[in-house]
């Protein structure tokens, strides 16, 4: 004898021996994401005052300075790279200007 189990289960609700669920299904949750602003980010890379080791500069950005150091956490996690946020600016360790304009464009910001 094979029952299938969707049919077992209507007619044990058509019984009234099993409680229909009734409730709403919960809205999705939007993820967060850094609001898009309507500036132009510019990306760049620095050696000046590094000892010779490259940094990639993000400039331009005017929101406040909570909103940047949650980018600026956000760009970290996504290329597993060190980095910090300091008057209006990000600075991520190495020569990534490429990744960082890709994902900045992918977050919605305008970045060159």
Same mark, same amino acid.
């Given at each position: ?48 005052? @590094?000892? *010779? ?5 993000? $400039? ?7 909103? %940047? /150091?949650? +980018? ?13 946020? @300091?008057? *209006? ?5 190495? $020569? ?7 994902? %900045? /464009?992918? +977050? ?5």
């Amino acid at each position: 004898m094979n029952i299938d189990w969707k049919d077992a289960l209507q007619a044990l609700k058509d019984n009234g021996e099993v409680p229909v669920d009734n409730t709403p299904d919960p809205e999705p949750v939007q993820p967060d994401r850094p609001r898009p602003f309507k500036g132009v980010l510019t990306v760049a890379i620095d050696r000046k005052g @590094r000892k *010779g080791k490259t940094a990639t500069i993000i $400039e331009g950005f005017t929101a406040g300075e909570e909103e %940047l /150091q949650e +980018l600026a956490r956000t760009i970290k996690q996504k290329l597993g790279a060190g980095g910090s946020t @300091r008057d *209006g600016e990000i600075l991520i360790q190495g $020569e990534r200007r490429q990744e960082v304009v890709n994902l %900045l /464009q992918s +977050l919605g910001y305008k970045a060159r």
